[in-house]
């Protein structure tokens, strides 16, 4: 788990990688919306799927810890760059990819107001819909926990704030971190999810883009008494820690 101290307690750095979608199908074919039944829904790009299983790749190669547990949004793009990620995190070892376990959060959904999600393509009626079980089978095969609870049972109301939205996904981070505090996590989102865990947990610095498949990523201490109970400390992020996030300085006043 860690380091363990003389009084019996012991301690692990843990960590949260937070990463965006790959790239989007009605970005590179705008016409796709105007006969898809669900146009808000788009999947990903056959660049995508390259770039989610080169980054998964890339977090298997150089991040210096592994991978326990991978959250992810229900929307399409977000399913199919975790399935990309969770394969290549698996590659070495591909007759056992329980070794990393997949569960879908709908707490990391995209943003759900206009800023986010285009007016002519959101449903008239403001109601998001998903399944649970197709949404399961876009992953890949023995990586699936579905034992898992969400931390949000159901999808945020259409039309929430941006600054609601990012609470919600800083609630979500910390919560998954609370109920699998010894264990590193990754959570397959959207970009406003990536960009506030810079806005929340790093000094500094503001976000001037996010680009597909971009990461971010938060540390802290967890400590671990005897009695199995636990302490942890506040999330932090180092901008040496960062792909594809272009940052600007914040200008003092």
């Not at 750095?13 to 590179?28: T, W």
């Not at 999808?155 to 929430?160: D, I, Y």
């Not at 503001?206 to 199995?228: D, G, N, P, T």
Request: charged share 20%; hydrophobic share 40%; proline share 6%.
């Amino acid at each position: 788990m860690g380091l363990s101290d003389g009084d019996g307690s012991s301690q692990f750095r843990q960590n949260v990688v937070v990463m965006r979608h790959g790239d989007r199908l009605d970005n590179v074919a705008p016409l796709w919306s105007a006969s898809a039944p669900r146009p808000w829904d788009p999947p990903l790009a056959d660049d995508g799927h390259l770039r989610a299983y080169a980054t998964g790749d890339k977090i298997n190669k150089h991040l210096s810890f592994p991978i326990h547990r991978v959250f992810v949004s229900p929307f399409l793009r977000c399913l199919q760059t975790a399935s990309g990620v969770a394969s290549a995190l698996c590659a070495d070892d591909p007759i056992d990819p329980s070794k990393i376990k997949v569960s879908i959060e709908y707490g990391l959904c995209e943003m759900m107001n206009s800023l986010a999600i285009r007016p002519n393509v959101a449903p008239k009626d403001g109601i998001f819909s998903f399944d649970i079980s197709q949404c399961e089978s876009v992953l890949p095969a023995g990586t699936i926990d579905n034992t898992t609870e969400m931390v949000y049972k159901e999808l945020p109301g259409w039309q929430e704030t941006r600054e609601g939205a990012r609470d919600r996904y800083m609630q979500v981070i910390t919560s998954l971190a609370d109920k699998y505090p010894s264990e590193n996590l990754l959570l397959v989102t959207h970009g406003e999810g990536v960009g506030t865990t810079i806005a929340r947990c790093f000094e500094d610095v503001e976000v001037a883009e996010v680009e597909y498949c971009a990461y971010s990523v938060l540390q802290r201490s967890v400590v671990f008494e005897e009695s199995k109970s636990f302490t942890a400390g506040q999330f932090v992020g180092s901008v040496k820690d960062l792909a594809g996030i272009q940052l600007m300085q914040v200008q003092e006043t």
